[in-house]
Structure formats: structure tokens, C-alpha cells
């Protein structure tokens, strides 16, 4: 794996990745931005949920330039809720370079768009039927764009929008730079390739699959906020002997660690900031069970190979398939059983299906325990360690003692006072653990629920409209494109 410091990523787009808690880049990631930074075209062929988005959105803030008020890159997607997410993460990736964009979809009034378009994003992210709307009012300039992406574009393909998006690309400066991405690869968008791209490089990635077979995967639904309470009382339930709490930022693992160190948990933590001696130490301490929680950044976990792991625990949940294969591999190694346990937020739960859908495997539902289902866990621990040691101990030196107290108290008061002394009492010390953005991707919708969102209701402009109406394939919209195309060359 690799780290986007490790990509050369100027620094304002690394403090943004900070903020949104990532660290490590995804496969298609690491290999289609130094390409696209250098200027190439791409093709990438990666299912939905694989960090397309900041694989082209990095690139297109690093080369544009935030004191030019023009639209600099357009990013074409199939739907309206595609749009807003891309639109949103690009804005977030561009905060420190203020870089802004702006989503461009049908069902919104199109003059506020207008409006919207006149404070001069630098990116514009558009479904097919809207942005034709705005080109052929003429809404939207596209003389100066120098990066123009098609995200989904099989998904385009099967909406009906091919033609749209050979219209688009032959409307924009033939000098440009092209970025396609696609799951699969039909010979329509091969043709696209071929044809409106130049010499473009190639990448695929395919996400793994599940491969190990012994660990009981299980999510809870848990707003951020109480995130970090159910952790503490899953483990005052059920007592692993070995846990890895997998987070997204070296800020939260220190959080979490020193939340679990002032509420009495043996636990440390680990994130690339750390001297590779300190890692050592804390990672010996695991291995040998002088702490029992280790808390780590995936770039932190790299070639972690210990044995005896029982739990994984995702605080957050990974940003793409592969890393959570990645991390729960962490257990149920050497033929024996391991669970992995994912927090999810409300709005993480599509982001879920995607993870299951691609890793071929099924994630059982637990509800968050209480309060007072972690201090009845804590009881039942100590309760159990009694019977362990009236079955395996010479308690016959305490006998005497043990009739004493019986003979002025009565039993379940003697056994009640037992087990207070062996329950190991939690500090109650509220723990605050900073907040990262969650991730969401789009919700698979049907072909003619997606044609609405779009706007455009598939080819709405290539329809036969009355004559006059310049809205025909053949008629004057498109004299009017050709026009313009040859005024912006």
C-alpha cells in the first residue's frame, strides 16, 4: 500500500486528506495519479466504492490554477446523486488550494445554476442532459478546460448517453487531457478510448475477494458520537484477549488510545509518526500480551504478522473493499477463529453493501450494548473466573474463613462482596474523540430512476421537436456547437 506523502502530493491537498481522515492511498489511487499529475490520459477500469473521486480529483487540483476564474475541468457523471458526492469530495480535497466545484444536475432551477456558474468554479461536475441545457443556452464556457473527466461510464452507456458524451467531448478543446473510468469495459466506451482519447495508460484493479474463511464478520450502526462507549462496553462483554482497533487518522489513534488507558484498558497505540524503535516496542508488548488493545492507522499496520489476534475492530470504516480485507486479516489466522467487528454511521451504511457486494461475504447485525449490559459482562467475567478457580484450586485453607462469614451473613451477600472485589470497576471519565468526515457512496437505483435524477430524461434534446425548434439532431443546437467549438480552438 501506498501513502499519498509517498505520492508526492503537495502539502494543501495533504493537510485536506488529513482532515478527511486518509492516509493511505487505494489501488486505483496510487496508480492513476502520477500519470494523471504528468498530464496522461487514463483509462481505469475499478468497480464503484474503489476512491475513484480523489483519483481524479487530486491530479485536477494540483494542475489547475485558483487565480484563473474559468471553468478549468469538467467531470460528466451518469446521476444527479453521483454528482453531488463528486462535487463534495473535490470541494473538501480543494480547501486548501481553493479550488472550488460546483454540481451541475437536472431537478434543480436552472437559474439558480446560472447564478452559481457566474461565481467561476474551477470544476464543474454535470450530468449529460443538464450540461447540454447550459451549452446549448450557452451557460457554460468550456474554452478553457484543460482536464475532462467521464466517471461511470458504462453506467452512461446503459442510460442511453453515449451519444451525449461524444457530443460533449467533441464540444470541449481538442487539447486537453482525458480521464475515463469505467467497471467494465464495453466496445462503445472502448471506442470512445480510441478515438476522442490520446494514447491513454491503461490501469485495472480488481478488488479482492474474500479469502479467509474463519472470521465471524459482524457491523454495528453507531452514530459517531457513541462510537467510542460501545467500544469500551464490547469489550467489558466479551473480554478479547487480543484487539486491533483499526482508525483513519493518527489524531484519533491517539484519542482512542489515551480514552481506553484513563477508562483502565491495557492499550496503545501505533501511526506512521512514531520512531520505528517506539513502533517496535508497542508491538513486542502486543505480540508477548503485556497490553491487550492495539490501536493503528493501516500505513501504521503495515506487515503486521501476529498470532493470537481474537478481535479486529473497525472503528471507522475503511475507504475501499481492499483495506478491509486488508485489516480483518489480522485475525483468524493459523486455522483459528477471529471476529471483526465495523462501526457504521447512518449515512456509512450504503458504503457497507458496497463492502459486502464486492468482498462476496455478509456482515451480521449486533445492536450496540448498554450501559448495563457491559457492567453485567463485567460480572459474568468475574463470576467465571470464581468457577475456574473452585475447580482447579486447594481452597481448603480458606474453608474456616468461609464458614465464619457464613455464619453472619448470608450467602448471596458473601458471594454479592466476592464478586465486587474481583469485578474490575471502569472509570466513568468522559472520552472525546475528534470527528472525521464519514463515507457514503451513491445508492444503486434503477435505470429509470437514475434517467430522472439525471435531468435530461435520457436523449431529451435528440428527440423530434417541431420545426424551428433547433432542438433536432441535425438542426441548428448543433450548427450552434460546431460554431462554437471552432471559436474556442
Known sequence: MTTFKELNVSAPILKALESMGFEEATPIQAQTIPHAIEGKDVIGQAQTGTGKTAAFGIPMIELFDANIKAVQGLVVAPTRELAIQVAAEINRLGKFKSIRALAVYGGQHMDRQIRALKDR?????????????????????????????????????????????????????????????????????????????????????????????????????????????????????????????????????????????????????????????????VLNKFKHGRIEVLVATDVAARGLDISGVTHVYNFDIPQDPESYVHRIGRTGRAGRTGEAISFVTPREMSHLRLIEQVTKSKMKRLVPPTNQEAARGKQQASAEKMLQTIEKEDLKSFNQTATELLEDHDSISVVSAALKLLTKERKDVPVRISSVQPISVKNVRGRESKRRQSGSGGKRFYGKRPQGSGGGRGGRRQGNFQKRRGRQK
Open 121 to 281: 468554479p474551477q470544476i464543474v461536475v454535470a450530468t449529460p442532459g443538464r450540461l447540454l441545457d447550459h451549452l446549448r443556452r450557452r451557460t457554460i464556457r468550456l474554452h478553457d478546460i484543460k482536464v475532462a473527466v467521464l466517471d461511470e461510464a458504462d453506467e452512461m452507456l446503459n442510460m442511453g448517453f453515449i451519444d451525449d458524451i461524444k457530443e460533449i467531448l467533441n464540444v470541449i478543446p481538442t487539447e486537453r487531457q482525458t480521464l475515463l473510468f469505467s467497471a467494465t469495459m464495453p466496445k462503445e466506451i472502448r471506442e470512445i478510448a480510441t478515438t476522442l482519447m490520446k494514447q491513454p495508460v491503461e490501469i485495472k484493479v480488481k478488488a479482492k475477494e474474500m479469502t479467509v474463511e474463519n472470521i465471524d464478520q459482524y457491523f454495528m450502526e453507531v452514530p459517531e458520537r457513541f462510537k467510542f462507549d460501545t467500544l469500551t462496553n464490547h469489550f467489558d462483554i466479551h473480554s478479547p484477549t487480543l484487539a486491533i482497533v483499526f482508525t483513519r487518522t493518527k489524531k484519533r489513534v491517539d484519542e482512542i488510545t489515551d480514552g481506553l488507558q484513563v477508562r483502565g484498558f491495557r492499550a496503545e497505540g501505533i501511526h506512521g509518526d512514531l520512531t520505528q524503535g517506539k513502533r517496535m516496542s
